[in-house]
């Protein structure tokens, strides 16, 4: 049986910290990319998961797939934090070779990582856009 199920990113994690990405290779062969159904290539991206389990700060990497028809992060430097766009969690039941379900296989996917990385500099002595305001207010 296989679940799908949407993750609340906000609520699920502390932060998420992009370290990389690269082609999902396929099964037996290091150097044939997955694709999906439709032709579309298989990406792997790694990523430092923080959240709160017991009361304690704990941190895991986990793999998320995706799929893009060009390499998706390419403007991405490591420890970035990032935000996934579709974010979703899929569980299936894990069986031996007699179909005896022996536990569980989890795997994430989205649709896009995205950094949420501030784009505005401040400096050291406040911010700089209220400075602004305040010059712009004095010279009226």
């Known amino acids: 049986m296989i679940q799908n199920f949407a993750i609340d990113q906000a609520a699920t994690f502390e932060s998420l910290l992009f370290l990389s990405c690269e082609p999902k290779t396929a099964f037996g062969d290091s150097f044939r990319q ?46 970035t934090p990032v935000e996934l766009i579709g974010f979703e969690i899929g569980v299936m039941d894990k069986k031996d070779r007699n179909g005896n379900v022996t536990g569980a296989q989890v795997w994430y996917r989205c649709q896009e990582v995205r950094s949420t990385a501030s784009t505005t500099s401040r400096s050291r002595g406040g911010n700089q856009s209220g400075q602004a305001a305040s010059s712009e207010a004095a010279a009226s």
């Open 34 to 79: 997955e694709t999906t159904k439709d032709g579309d290539p298989k990406w792997e991206a790694q990523l430092v998961a923080r959240f709160r389990q017991f009361g304690r700060a704990t941190n895991e990497i986990i793999k998320v797939g995706l799929a893009s028809e060009r390499q998706p992060a390419t403007d991405l430097a490591p420890a």
